[in-house]
T-cell receptor, first 111, second 113 residues
């Protein structure tokens, strides 16, 4: 059964304290792994797509990496505005862009 | 900036009422989706559409129905709302190529009393 597990559930960091969020997945025929950011009361905002093991993507203080079993979202020197829930999702074979989501990691960055 | 719009943002209604949640996108995407999200939980797919006159049920059983008469419009209807329908409903769309990311609206938070 296709499954996505994110850890930790919640993470509290001090401003400038780098860390990583984990997304472990089991899926038949990975078509893509997606990272989203969700702020309270809003819909998820697309961050990255990774398609194959070894691939890396960067955006400002965020860097996403992918292996055959998991993905990491590295946050370097975070700021309070990076506080949000970060969602991981995988697309399996199926032809209609169906995404299977993890429950997310709630990140709080304190000044 | 989101090009997918959901209305209303918040809705509180009584049990037994019929409601329609609106979703429109201006990106010309063929594929559209409805997800349900409870606090701290995963998003679950309840309906999707490949294009006009195409609708399918998702993985999560839902008593709602959808229609796709126009490319840009994908409304969701509950014929008789119940407290168990209380949740956040998120609409999304994506481009035609496999692996295209989903673009989400800001959701409708529904409370059924």
């Amino acid at each position: 059964e296709d499954q996505v597990t994110q850890s930790p559930e919640a993470l509290r960091l001090q401003e400038g304290e780098s860390s990583s969020l984990n997304c472990s997945y089991t899926v038949s025929g990975l078509r893509g792994l997606f990272w989203y950011r969700q702020d309270p009361g809003k819909g998820p905002e697309f961050l990255f797509t990774l398609y194959s093991a070894g691939e890396e993507k960067e955006k400002e203080r965020l860097k996403a990496t992918l292996t055959k079993k998991e993905s990491f979202l590295h946050i370097t020197a975070p700021k309070p505005e990076d506080s949000a829930t970060y969602l991981c999702a995988v697309q399996a074979g199926g032809g209609y862009n169906k995404l299977i989501f993890g429950a997310g990691t709630r990140l709080a960055v304190h000044p | 900036e989101a090009d997918i719009y959901q209305t209303p943002r918040y809705l509180v209604i009584g049990t037994g009422k019929k409601i329609t949640l609106e979703c429109s996108q201006t990106m010309g995407h063929d594929k559209m989706y409805w997800y349900q999200q409870d606090p701290g939980m995963e998003l679950h797919l309840i309906h999707y559409s490949y294009g006009v006159n195409s609708t399918e049920k998702g993985d999560l059983s839902s008593e709602s129905t959808v229609s796709r008469i126009r490319t840009e419009h994908f409304p969701l209807t509950l014929e008789s709302a119940r407290p168990s329908h209380t949740s956040q409903y998120l609409c999304a769309s994506s481009g035609g190529t496999e692996g295209s990311p989903l673009h989400f609206g800001n959701g409708t938070r529904l409370t059924v009393t």
